[in-house]
């Protein structure tokens, strides 16, 4: 997977780009990463990328002939590639963990981050989507860009050890993951579930899918309104709502 981003702090990809899983893909090879400074495509003496806006109005818009010449040297640099071009947005759609698995997939991504109070409009000709990281205001796209490929690339082949790692993430199953242990058994009195010790993985798959559903019922019951439970899991949850004492 090829990833490009377009940024005015290059230099704040360093570190988080180069460290723990998105690191060791870069190093595998299976992740190329490279961060560009759309400043450097100003066509001023100046580098401005910035100006008033037409009509007035508070702070200053980045301007489109920057990030239109930085686009066409990814582009030109790799004309074979299909691009999936990234504009985060305060407007945009939200981030999810579908989103990161549909970004998965691509074989090209790229990120423009915006800066200072928006965006000239013709700039959102050349992109495919629009996204935000949620529903509050940070300084640039820097931060969510990086916390939206670090969500992405982790779910390409081979870049986690375990592959199904990915798979039983909380928001991945439409659930909160359920509650895992390790040694020792016990621990200032505190046991971990006889259940997990005793070897029958029947019994523990059934524990684990009700400890999720249990979870998710007192911590964002908002999540089951999404999916379609299976009997087995509506009789579950009405044992879970027994047991907590609620309806």
Known sequence: MRIDVLTLFP????????????????????????????????????????????????????????????????????????????????????????????????????????HYEGYDERIRSLVTDEVSLGDYVLTGGELGAMVMIDATVRLRPEVLGNKLSAQTDSHSTGLLEHPQYTRPAIFNGMEVPAVLMNGNHRLIEAWQLKESLRRTYLRRPDMLEKIELTPEMVKMLEEIKQESGSE
């Open 11 to 114: 230099r704040m990809f360093e570190g988080p780009m180069g460290e723990s899983i998105i690191g060791k893909a870069r190093e595998k090879g299976l992740l190329e990463l490279n961060v560009s400074n759309f400043r450097d495509f100003s066509d001023n003496k100046h580098q401005n990328v910035d100006d008033y806006p037409y009509g007035g109005g508070a702070g200053m818009l980045l301007k489109v002939q920057p990030v239109y010449d930085n686009l066409q040297k990814i582009e030109a640099a790799s004309p074979e590639t299909k691009k999936r071009v990234v504009l985060l947005d305060p407007a945009g759609k939200p981030f999810n963990q579908a989103m990161a698995e549909e970004f998965s997939k691509e074989e090209h991504l790229v990120f423009i981050c915006g």
